[in-house]
C-alpha cells in the first residue's frame, strides 16, 4: 500500500501537473486534495496540451481513476465545463471522476466577495485569483458551507443556503452597496448540475483507504504550494488550504500511515504570481529574459508571472516541512538561456546574515538573498533523456540543488513535451 504526494516547493506553478503525468503511469488512482479551480495544471501529450483546473491530471492516463476529495472547493460550473471540455476531445472522463460528496461547492457569493474584498484591501491585496476559493473556505471552516452532497435534497440545501445568505446579503448591502442574493435563484442554479455532478459523487476517501488496503497505488496531486499554504507560507500572501503533506492526509481522507513518498517539486528558478514577499524576484532584463524564455504566464488568470532565482533556503525549508523523500526539478532548460546562474543561498535582514528562512514576515520582506554564481551551459539540453547526457555544468547545477535539498532527485524536465524529461523511477 503505498501513497505518493507531488506537493509544491514555492509559491505554485512548479509544473506539478508535469510530474504527475510522468509518475500517473505507475499508478491507479490520482486525487486533488486541496484549493480548487485556482490551480492550472498543464499535461502535453503529442501535440495536445491539457490545462487542468479541477480535474486531477491522471485524467489523460487511460484506466487510471481520478479524485476529487473532501478537502477541494468545487466550482460546480467549472467542473461541468471542464469534463465536458475534455470529453469533447475524446477523454473518458465522467466513467473515472469521482467527486467526494464532502468537499464544499463555490458559490457565485464567494467569487463576489473574494472581488470586493480584494478592491477594498488596496495596496494591501493579495492578489486572489478571483475564483472565490478564500470565501468558500471561510464558510467552510465557519460551518456556513454547502456541500456537494447538498444538492441532493432541496429542502436541506434552501436552509443552509438561508443561513448562509442572511449574513451574506446582509455584507453585500452594508459593506459593499451591491448584489443581493435570493435563496431560490442560488438553489435553482445550483441545482442544474444535480444531474450532471451526481453519478460521479461518491466518498472518495473510503474508495482511496481500500485501494490502498488491496495494494493499488495511489498519488496525491497537490494545487498551489508550500509557501502559499495558510498555515506555513508567507501569511497573508496564501491561499486558504494546505497544500502541505498534512493537507494531503485530510483532504483525501487517507491516513498518514498510507503515505510513502513525497516529491517536492522546484523550478530550476523562482516565481510568484500574486501579491507578497518573493525575495529573489528579478525586475531587471535577466527576469524578462527567464519570464519570456519559460512563457511565465499563469495557466489559470493569464497574469504575468513574477520572476527571480531559485531561492535555496525557502525551498530547504518546505522540503523539511514537507519531510519529502524526492526532488523533482522542471524547467531547467530555460536557464539554458543564462550565461551565469544564481542561487539564492541565504539571506541578509537588516545588514546581518540569518540562518535558514525566517519565520517572522517582517524579515522575509526585508530579506536581501546572498547569491552563490554558478557557470551557465549554454547549449540546448532538449534532447537529454539520461543524467549524464546532460552538460557538466548543468549537472553542476542539479547536483548542488539535490544535495542543499537533501533527496534524491526523481525527475529534471528538459522541455515542454511530455518526454522532454529525465526520470528516475522511484518505485511507486
Ligand atoms: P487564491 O487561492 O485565489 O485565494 O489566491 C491566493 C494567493 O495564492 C494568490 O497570490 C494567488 O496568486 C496564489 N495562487 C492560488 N493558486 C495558485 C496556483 O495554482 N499557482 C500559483 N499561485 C496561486
Known amino acids: 500500500?503505498?501513497?505518493?504526494?507531488?506537493?509544491?516547493?514555492?509559491?505554485?506553478?512548479?509544473?506539478?501537473?508535469?510530474?504527475?503525468?510522468a509518475l500517473a503511469s505507475d499508478v491507479d488512482y490520482v486525487s486533488r486534495y486541496s484549493g480548487g479551480n485556482n490551480a492550472g495544471h498543464t499535461v502535453r501529450v503529442g501535440e495536445e496540451e491539457f490545462k487542468l483546473h479541477l480535474v486531477p491530471s491522471g485524467i489523460v492516463r487511460e484506466g487510471v481513476?481520478?479524485?476529487?476529495g473532501n478537502g477541494v472547493?468545487?466550482?460546480?460550473?467549472v467542473l461541468v465545463e471542464e469534463v465536458e471540455a475534455l470529453e469533447k476531445r475524446g477523454l473518458g472522463v465522467r466513467d473515472r471522476l469521482k467527486v467526494d460528496g464532502r468537499a464544499h461547492l463555490i458559490m457565485p457569493y464567494h467569487i463576489a466577495l473574494d472581488s470586493h474584498r480584494e478592491i477594498a484591501l488596496g495596496d494591501a491585496r493579495i492578489g486572489t485569483t478571483n475564483r472565490g476559493i478564500g470565501p468558500a473556505?471561510?464558510?467552510?471552516?465557519?460551518?456556513?458551507?454547502?456541500?456537494?452532497?447538498?444538492?441532493?435534497?432541496?429542502?436541506?440545501?434552501?436552509?443552509?443556503?438561508?443561513?448562509a445568505l442572511r449574513e451574506k446579503n446582509?455584507?453585500?448591502?452594508?459593506?459593499?452597496?451591491?448584489?443581493?442574493?435570493?435563496?431560490?435563484d442560488v438553489a435553482s442554479w445550483l441545482l442544474t448540475f444535480?444531474?450532471?455532478?451526481?453519478?460521479?459523487?461518491?466518498?472518495?476517501?473510503?474508495?482511496?483507504?481500500?485501494?490502498?488496503?488491496?495494494?493499488?497505488?495511489?498519488?496525491?496531486?497537490?494545487?498551489?504550494?508550500?509557501?502559499?499554504?495558510?498555515?506555513?507560507?508567507?501569511?497573508?500572501?496564501?491561499?486558504?488550504?494546505?497544500?502541505?503533506?498534512?493537507?494531503?492526509?485530510?483532504?483525501?481522507?487517507i491516513s498518514a500511515r498510507h503515505l510513502e513518498y513525497v516529491v517536492g517539486v522546484t523550478k530550476a528558478y523562482t516565481t510568484r504570481v500574486g501579491d507578497g514577499p518573493m525575495p529573489t524576484e528579478l525586475f531587471d532584463e535577466m527576469g524578462e529574459t527567464i519570464r519570456s524564455v519559460g512563457r511565465e504566464y499563469g495557466t489559470t488568470t493569464g497574469r504575468s508571472r513574477r520572476v527571480g532565482w531559485l531561492?535555496?533556503?525557502?525551498?530547504?525549508?518546505?522540503?523539511?516541512?514537507?519531510?519529502i523523500t524526492h526532488v523533482a526539478i522542471t524547467l531547467?532548460?530555460?536557464?539554458?538561456?543564462?550565461?551565469?546562474?544564481?542561487?539564492?543561498?541565504?539571506?541578509?535582514?537588516?545588514?546581518?546574515?540569518?540562518?535558514?528562512?525566517?519565520?517572522?514576515?517582517?524579515?522575509?520582506?526585508?530579506?536581501?538573498?546572498?547569491?552563490?554564481?554558478?557557470?551557465?551551459?549554454?547549449?540546448?539540453?532538449?534532447?537529454?533523456?539520461?543524467?549524464?547526457?546532460?552538460?557538466?555544468?548543468?549537472?553542476?547545477?542539479?547536483?548542488?540543488?539535490?544535495?542543499?535539498?537533501?533527496?534524491?532527485?526523481?525527475?529534471?524536465s528538459v522541455g515542454p513535451e511530455r518526454d522532454q524529461a529525465i526520470v528516475e523511477r522511484i518505485g511507486i
Open 1 to 21: 500500500m503505498t501513497a505518493t504526494v507531488v506537493l509544491g516547493l514555492a509559491w505554485g506553478d512548479e509544473g506539478k501537473g508535469r510530474v504527475c503525468d
Open 65 to 68: 481513476v481520478c479524485t476529487i
Open 73 to 77: 472547493v468545487v466550482n460546480p460550473e
Open 137 to 163: 473556505y471561510e464558510d467552510k471552516v465557519a460551518r456556513y458551507g454547502i456541500r456537494v452532497q447538498d444538492i441532493f435534497d432541496e429542502g436541506i440545501l434552501k436552509t443552509k443556503l438561508k443561513a
Open 170 to 184: 446582509a455584507i453585500f448591502e452594508n459593506v459593499y452597496g451591491e448584489e443581493h442574493y435570493e435563496v431560490a
Open 194 to 253: 444535480r444531474d450532471f455532478i451526481g453519478p460521479m459523487v461518491a466518498d472518495t476517501g473510503t474508495l482511496l483507504r481500500e485501494a490502498l488496503e488491496n495494494r493499488e497505488r495511489v498519488l496525491l496531486e497537490g494545487g498551489q504550494a508550500t509557501l502559499l499554504d495558510n498555515d506555513h507560507g508567507t501569511y497573508p500572501f496564501v491561499t486558504s488550504s494546505n497544500p502541505t503533506v498534512g493537507g494531503a492526509v485530510v483532504g483525501s481522507g
Open 311 to 323: 531561492d535555496l533556503p525557502a525551498v530547504k525549508w518546505a522540503a523539511s516541512l514537507n519531510g
Open 332 to 412: 531547467l532548460d530555460v536557464l539554458s538561456a543564462v550565461d551565469e546562474i544564481k542561487i539564492c543561498v541565504g539571506y541578509e535582514v537588516d545588514g546581518a546574515r540569518v540562518e535558514g528562512y525566517p519565520m517572522n514576515q517582517t524579515d522575509l520582506h526585508h530579506a536581501k538573498p546572498v547569491y552563490k554564481s554558478l557557470p551557465g551551459w549554454g547549449e540546448d539540453i532538449t534532447w537529454c533523456r539520461m543524467r549524464g547526457d546532460l552538460p557538466s555544468a548543468a549537472q553542476d547545477f542539479v547536483g548542488f540543488v539535490e544535495a542543499e535539498v537533501g533527496a534524491p532527485l526523481c525527475m529534471i
